[in-house]
């Protein structure tokens, strides 16, 4: 089992700053892929950044530029700082890990951008 513990959301002006971190914890070896999702009220959840173990990565084309995704696997930790924030991008924030077989999910984190 994986543990994710998210931290760091909030309340922010639009064109403000926010960092998110994700804490992961357990039998966190093999863990390939991790990640951010997001889920507005009435929408469905959908992928925001991702990173390998590898180091590569993958944005929503919305966040593209203003979104950076980061991991220390060392830590077991991944970020998602995110600048230049705009109303739309509230929503609640989810981590996510994935094994070869298995994913995992925190509890979200909510974000809002007030314009």
């Known amino acids: 089992q994986v543990q994710l513990v998210e931290s760091g959301g909030g309340l922010v002006q639009a064109g403000g700053s926010l960092r998110l971190s994700c804490a992961a914890a357990g039998i966190i070896f093999s863990i390939r892929t991790m990640g951010w999702y997001r889920q507005a009220p009435g929408k469905q959840r959908k992928l925001v950044a991702a990173v390998t173990s590898g180091g590569i990565t993958n944005y929503a084309d919305s966040v593209k530029g203003r979104f950076t995704i980061s991991r220390d696997n060392a830590k077991n930790m991944v970020y998602l700082q995110m600048n230049s924030l705009k109303p739309e991008d509230t929503a609640v924030y989810y981590c996510?890990?994935?094994?070869?077989?298995?994913?995992?999910w925190g509890q979200g984190i909510q974000v809002t951008v007030s314009s």
């Open positions: 996510h890990a994935e094994k070869l077989r298995d994913d995992y």
